[in-house]
């Protein structure tokens, strides 16, 4: 009676419940075995070249495997490669995207949105152990270029440089070698890693949001993920800083903040930047939204207090 090795089970664990044939049969499973489950209903063909272990739900994951396997030269990318970073901001689509060489013929199934370019580096593509080939974090940010908005790809950008610890160096060599009158995304991409505000990474997309308003409402010399030493309390970090003022904003849209150790937290090290001779301004999701306009207009009030003070 035909079966699946331990081997293959173990296989179709690891990929989600999607396998090729060849590597079935690089398990143990022949050819002849093979049809036989399929005709016995324990396989089921995803797409030609590969199967699915009936019983394990074909998820989106499962999807992007059964792709990759029956399409070695195709790799996830855009959308679908920015739900598997855990990107921000990414639209909703149920749909693998995917890159591929010029003049391939990609699978003609309706969920596979194949994009066709020669536009790749060797450090472009990560290949995963779950048998899921990818873009890199990076590259994945660029392509997303032609799919959302300026703020939203700027949001991006942020996320993959925190996450994947990238620079901005990083970041823009995925874009300059294919920059070209024909590629309009590329130059759009570039336009928002060079808005970048100063310093680290933005850690959530509200930071981000208020950086750009606060800079658009005159704000000056402002620093994005600010390291600094309190005496009393040890090393800090300020989501948005203007060093010369002595005035930080904190982004507090994580629960944690709004937790009783969060706030006892972020008391003590207000008092000891306090004792130092900044100020502390925190923003929390109440100042976001539709109440984002008299957030930035109290904080630039604040702006203007601290200019005159400290004169």
């Keep these: 009676m035909a079966h699946l090795s331990d081997a293959a089970l173990r296989l179709f664990e690891r990929q989600h419940g999607v396998a090729s044939p060849s590597q079935l049969i690089e398990c143990g499973v022949t050819a002849h075995a093979i049809k036989r489950l399929q005709h016995l209903g324990a396989l089921e063909l995803v797409l030609q070249g590969a199967y699915r272990l009936r019983g394990v739900p074909l998820d989106e994951l499962g999807r992007c495997v059964a792709v990759c396997q029956a399409h070695p030269a195709h790799m996830v990318a855009g959308p679908t490669a920015g739900r598997i970073w855990g990107f921000r901001r990414l639209p909703k689509d149920a749909r693998v995207h995917t890159v591929s060489p010029p003049h391939s013929q990609p699978t003609r199934a309706g969920w596979v949105v194949p994009y066709r370019t020669a536009a790749f580096h060797p450090n472009d593509v990560v290949e995963r152990p779950d048998g899921i080939t990818i873009t890199s974090r990076a590259r994945t940010a660029f392509d997303l270029a032609r799919f959302v908005g300026p703020m939203d790809l700027l949001s991006i950008i942020e996320q ?152």
């Design 160 to 311: 993959a440089m925190a996450d994947g610890d990238l620079g901005e160096d990083e970041m823009r060599a995925v874009a300059v070698d294919w920059l070209s009158p024909r590629r309009r995304w590329v130059r759009r991409y570039l336009e928002q890693l060079d808005r970048r505000t100063v310093g680290g990474p933005a850690e959530s997309h509200p930071e981000v949001v208020l950086a750009k308003a606060l800079q658009a409402a005159g704000v000056r010399g402002l620093v994005r993920q600010l390291a600094t030493e309190l005496p009393g309390y040890g090393p800090a970090r300020f989501d948005l800083a203007v060093v010369g003022l002595r005035w930080a904003i904190e982004v507090d849209v994580f629960p944690t903040h709004r937790e009783t150790a969060g706030r006892t937290a972020d008391l003590r090290r207000d008092q000891a930047a306090a004792r130092s001779d900044w100020l502390v301004s925190r923003v929390g999701p109440a100042g976001f939204g539709a109440n984002l306009p008299q957030t930035v207009r109290d904080l630039v009030d604040v702006y203007h207090a601290r200019h005159a003070s400290l004169r």
